[in-house]
Each structure stands twice: as structure tokens, then as C-alpha cells.
């Protein structure tokens, strides 16, 4: 099958990328290589990887026309999209424009090009600030706390919509804080073992009770690859670990393995961030057959292991 994944230098792009390919799938990628983060770390997330890739803006619709009309695609991972909770707080027009804008341009063009799958990519952000644990894609999901969780939320309306008019078959995926090699430098994960492997300070908002429901990449790649699978007209699925971690405990096992003690400065938790994520995982697990395998400390482990090798500069 021919495969499109937007977004394919990214984090989890790249990954899903490479295990398309490993499956025999031809993958057309594409990124626009922006600097929200190091765009050297993304080139370095495709290095090597045997896909067709523009570099191309998923905001500029004649342009991605261009890459339908060049390619013949079947399906679509919809991974592309500005990132990052406290940063939406601050220029949420950019992220109405990629997350909401651009993803319709995505699904318009999977209408029109009669595309048999559109994965989105979704977030854990869009359940809010909420005491009742797991969250279930049952429960109501009206009340996000920054611009980054709505726009998920618009892409998952968006998604519906094009389901229910014109048959798009598409599955919206709440991943849930993933982390592993090749992962975002600017979420906590990197940061802490950034700052702690270099004896720099730590900053942690609140107390360290919040807690974080850590999915390592090859298990949400491994739910992508399902889903594109999945026989469905529309669906909401979470993938997470079903584990939440408390932040404390997060960091103390990153002392673990760096063999180093963090030095934490707390601040007040941030405009933006919720008090805790866990993702009730039956229904990844009843339809796409979905099984976490990564327990955080070995996920840690293998975090820690790769940024020593990759990232550390001593
Ligand atoms: N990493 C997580 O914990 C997490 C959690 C929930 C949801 N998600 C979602 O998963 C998807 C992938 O996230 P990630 O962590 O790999 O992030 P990432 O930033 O590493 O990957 C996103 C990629 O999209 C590209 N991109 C952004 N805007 C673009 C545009 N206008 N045109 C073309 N390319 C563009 C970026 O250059 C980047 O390479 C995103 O949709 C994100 O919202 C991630």
C-alpha cells in the first residue's frame, strides 16, 4: 500500500514511518522541517529512511494537491501539526491554522482522491482538567484548557464530519504522553534527562503529584500501524499506557538510571497543564488488538540509554 504520513520527520512520524516501510508499505512523507524544535534533530529522525518525502506545508492546499495528483495514495496518517500545550497559549493562531485549517485541506483531499483510511492524530489534552480516572472516549470531551487541546478537539469534529458525509472511513487516536528515542526536546520527558545528565537545574510545576499516563513510541506506532488496519466508519480510540506515573516518581527514576541526583526547582503548575492524564485503554485493546509492552522504567531505560549516545554533550 501506499502510505502518507504528514508530519514524517517528527517524533512519532518517523517511527510509524519506518515500520510502514518494514511491513512493505510505500510511504510518501511530509514535513516543512520548522523550528519549533531543532529541524537538524528531524533531518536526523529521517536519515536514511527509504521514503519519498516533501518538504512541503500542509497549510499550502495547492501544494499538498500536488502531492496527491503526483502520487497514487491509499491511505493516510495524519500526524503533522504544531505542538506543545504552554506555546499554544502564546500564538494560537498558528495552531488553529496547521491543527484545524491544514487538516481540513487533509481530509478535503482525501474526499476527492477517494482515500480508503485517514488516521488523525489526536491528543489526551482534549479530555481537560478532570478528577474521574481513566478516561474513556465515552466521556464528554467540552471543556479543553488550552487553544493546543481545542484545535485536537476541531480535527476530531472535522474527521467526523468527512466520515459522515461522504463515507471517509477515519480513526481519531488520543495518544497520551509518548516519549522514547528520537523524542520531542520540548516536552518533560527529554528536558529532565537533558538537564539532570548535564547537573543542571530541573524545573517541576507544582508539588510532583501530577501524574502523566508515559506511552513509549513503539507501542502508540504499534496502535497507528492497527488502526490504518481497522475496518471502521469512525472512531475515537485512546492510546496510552493505562499506567499514570506521578511526576516525582518520574523524575526519581530518571536519577536512576543517569546515576545522578536532579536538582528540582519547583514553580506553580502552568496556565494550560492538567493535574492528570490515564487513558483507559480497553477499547484500543478490544478493536485493534492493542498491547503496551513497554513498562515505564525499561521505557525510561532505553530513553536514557539513547540520549547518552545521541544528544549528551559532555
Ligand atoms: N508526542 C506526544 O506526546 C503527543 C501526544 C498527543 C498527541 N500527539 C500528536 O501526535 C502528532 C505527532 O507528534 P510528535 O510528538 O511526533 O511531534 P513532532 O513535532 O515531533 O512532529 C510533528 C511534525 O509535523 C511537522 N509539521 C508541523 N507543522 C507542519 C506543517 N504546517 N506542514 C508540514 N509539516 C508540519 C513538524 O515539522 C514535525 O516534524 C501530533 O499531531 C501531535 O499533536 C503527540
Redesign the pocket.
Known amino acids: 500500500m501506499v502510505i502518507l504520513v504528514?508530519?514524517?520527520?517528527?517524533?512519532?512520524?518517523s517511527w510509524t514511518a519506518r515500520e510502514l516501510l518494514k511491513n512493505g508499505n510505500d510511504v510518501i512523507g511530509?514535513?516543512?522541517?520548522?523550528d519549533?524544535?531543532n529541524?537538524e534533530f528531524?533531518k536526523g529522525?529521517v536519515k536514511g529512511l527509504k521514503i519519498k518525502l516533501y518538504n512541503?506545508?500542509?497549510?499550502n492546499y495547492d501544494k499538498v494537491k500536488k502531492i496527491f495528483e503526483e502520487n497514487k495514495i491509499d491511505k493516510i496518517v495524519?500526524?503533522?501539526?504544531?505542538?506543545g500545550v504552554r506555546p499554544s497559549i502564546v500564538n494560537p493562531f498558528i495552531y488553529e491554522?496547521?491543527?484545524v485549517r491544514?487538516t481540513l485541506n487533509l481530509l478535503e483531499l482525501a474526499r476527492i482522491h477517494k482515500i480508503k483510511k485517514f488516521v488523525f492524530?489526536?491528543?489526551?489534552?482534549v479530555y481537560g482538567d478532570r478528577d474521574k480516572v481513566p478516561f474513556s472516549e465515552n466521556d464528554a470531551t467540552n471543556s479543553q484548557i488550552s487553544p493546543?487541546a481545542t484545535t485536537?478537539k476541531s480535527g476530531e469534529l472535522l474527521c467526523h464530519t468527512y466520515s459522515s458525509l461522504y463515507k471517509l472511513p477515519t480513526i481519531c487516536l488520543?495518544?497520551?504522553?509518548?516519549?522514547g528515542p528520537c523524542?520531542?526536546p520540548d516536552?518533560a520527558p527529554y528536558k529532565f534527562v537533558d538537564k539532570i545528565a548535564h547537573g543542571q537545574e530541573i524545573e517541576m510545576y507544582g508539588d510532583g503529584s501530577t501524574k502523566r499516563d508515559y506511552?513509549y513510541v513503539a507501542d502508540i506506532v504499534s496502535g497507528v500501524l492497527n488502526s490504518i488496519d481497522f475496518d471502521s466508519d469512525y472512531q475515537i480510540i485512546n492510546l496510552g499506557c493505562g499506567s499514570p506515573v506521578k511526576l516525582k516518581d518520574f523524575i526519581a527514576a530518571i536519577e536512576r538510571n543517569l546515576g545522578k541526583r536532579a536538582k528540582i526547582v519547583q514553580k506553580e503548575m502552568q496556565p494550560g497543564d492538567v493535574k492528570q492524564t490515564y487513558a483507559d485503554i480497553s477499547k484500543a485493546k478490544r478493536l485493534l488488538n492493542y498491547n503496551p509492552k513497554i513498562k515505564i522504567e525499561e521505557g525510561i531505560k532505553i530513553f536514557c540509554e539513547w540520549y547518552m549516545e545521541n544528544r549528551f554533550k559532555s
Do not use: C, Q, W
Not at 504528514?6 to 512520524?13: M, P, V
Not at 488520543?174 to 516519549?179: A, D
Open positions: 504528514t508530519g514524517a520527520a517528527g517524533f512519532i512520524g511530509i514535513d516543512n522541517f520548522n519549533y524544535y529541524p528531524k529522525n512541503e506545508d500542509i497549510r495524519h500526524l503533522a501539526a504544531m505542538v491554522e496547521v491543527n491544514a492524530a489526536s491528543s489526551s489534552s493546543y485536537k488520543r495518544f497520551f504522553t509518548v516519549y523524542g520531542r516536552m506511552t
